[in-house]
């Protein structure tokens, strides 16, 4: 386990700050319930989508960039995927840890809150109500703590095993010297 020890490590950063900057978003209301009030989703959800990938982009690279320094400057295509999916999946499983946390016991209301937000936005547009409770019934299942624990798994495994792929061919060594 010694091995893995960096990417693990980078792995639970990489969830940390994108949790980190999830609650700076919702303190800024330019995410979550007081977002959908202002109107602000938007701009703080692209904020955080991009902003979480490139943490996990940076993760992979410095991660594949240390085992290098440790090696004397020589990785292999194999050991440079290996420390990325490690990492990847290291941020995938402290991501759904996280995200848990925050759904379950520091914000348990935030479904709710979200969801009795988006109903004002929308009867103050005059949806009609059968769209409404649509859409409600809809959020209500896109909110709820195994959702968002799934997409979290999800989006970073997935993402961060693309990212490995780039990353690992660019940062391998050449063997020909």
């Known amino acids: 386990m010694i091995k893995f020890k960096t990417p693990f490590i980078y792995g639970l950063v990489v969830a940390f700050v994108g949790?980190?900057?999830?609650?700076?978003?919702?303190?800024?209301?330019?995410?979550?319930?007081?977002?959908?009030?202002?109107?602000?989703?938007?701009?703080?959800?692209?904020?955080?989508?991009?902003?979480?990938?490139?943490?996990?982009?940076?993760?992979?690279?410095?991660?594949?960039?240390?085992?290098?320094?440790?090696?004397?400057?020589?990785?292999?295509?194999?050991?440079?995927l290996l420390e990325g999916f490690i990492l990847s999946l290291s941020t995938a499983i402290f991501s759904v840890v996280f995200t848990y946390m925050f759904y379950e016991l520091l914000y348990p209301n935030y479904a709710a809150d979200a969801l009795n937000a988006l109903k004002v936005q929308m009867q103050h547009a005059n949806v009609p109500i059968e769209k409404l409770e649509a859409k409600l019934l809809e959020k209500q299942e896109y909110y709820s703590t195994s959702t968002q624990s799934f997409y979290s798994f999800i989006g970073n495994f997935i993402t961060g095993s693309a990212f490995t792929l780039l990353l690992s061919f660019f940062l391998k060594s050449n063997n020909r010297k």
């Open 19 to 80: 949790s980190t900057l999830m609650l700076t978003l919702i303190w800024l209301k330019l995410i979550g319930p007081k977002a959908i009030s202002l109107d602000n989703e938007m701009v703080g959800g692209t904020i955080l989508f991009l902003m979480l990938y490139l943490f996990l982009l940076f993760g992979i690279y410095f991660a594949i960039r240390k085992k290098k320094e440790l090696n004397g400057q020589i990785i292999s295509y194999k050991e440079a």
